[in-house]
């Protein structure tokens, strides 16, 4: 068990880190929807973000973040739906011009 001065201590610690982090993901956000920013580099960085605020999470309430093979499945599957969407919606701007 930690006596109070190591219990402050740490909790100092977690503040600080979530105030790195924080800015991380501020500075991600804010960057993220430039014009000049490669696809490949913005995957990166929409991927990054996720990562910096389950990290947050996990340090605000140790027990609730998901695991990084959780959280990369659940970012896949979102990936798989918005492409099954936009293909759809594809599919259907496309048979709309043809039957006109």
Known sequence: MMNPNESAAAQCEREALLGQLRTAETTLRGRLYRDQIDPIA???????????????????????????????????????????????????????????
Do not use: F, P, W, Y
């Not at 913005?42 to 990562?51: C, P």
């Not at 695991?67 to 979102?78: F, I, K, N, P, R």
């Not at 293909?87 to 039957?99: A, G, V």
């Open 42 to 100: 913005r995957a990166h960085m929409e991927r990054a973000l996720a990562h910096v605020r389950e990290a947050c999470a996990a340090i605000r309430d140790t027990g609730s973040a998901r695991t990084v093979d959780q959280l990369v499945s659940e970012l896949q599957h979102a990936q798989q739906l918005l492409r099954a969407r936009c293909l759809n919606c594809q599919h259907r701007t496309t048979r709309k011009s043809i039957h006109r």
